[in-house]
Nanobody
């Protein structure tokens, strides 16, 4: 099994920045793809960004503002979030899967973290 723990969520002003981290432990050698998802109250969980090797995918809503990266040695996923907007407010979840996921479809990811809250005030 793989365990994922997110950190870095906070309350920030519109236009501010945050850097989220996701620490993976357990059978980390099985991880091929890692991704960030988010879910706002009353809304479905949506994929935000994914990294498989050096290949990245971003949701249109965050492209150009957010950057996903991965430290394979430390088994840690990062998410640099710049120019934050109130609509970015959500619980952010880290996800991983042994399969090289081709999309941000939630069902493709086997392992999930507990989430970290990001709140952006206007």
């Amino acid at each position: 099994q793989v365990q994922l723990v997110e950190s870095g969520g906070a309350s920030v002003q519109s236009g501010g920045s945050l850097r989220l981290s996701c620490a993976a432990s357990g059978y980390t050698s099985s991880i091929a793809s890692m991704a960030w998802f988010r879910q706002a109250p009353g809304q479905e969980r949506e994929g935000v960004a994914r990294i498989s090797g050096q290949n990245t995918i971003y949701a249109d809503s965050v492209k150009g503002r957010f950057t996903i990266s991965r430290d394979n040695t430390k088994h840690t996923l990062f998410f640099q979030m710049n120019s934050l907007k109130p609509e970015d407010t959500a619980m952010y979840y880290c996800a991983a899967d042994p399969i090289w996921a081709r999309s941000l479809q939630p069902s493709l990811y086997r392992y999930w973290g507990q989430g970290t809250q990001v709140t952006v005030s206007s």
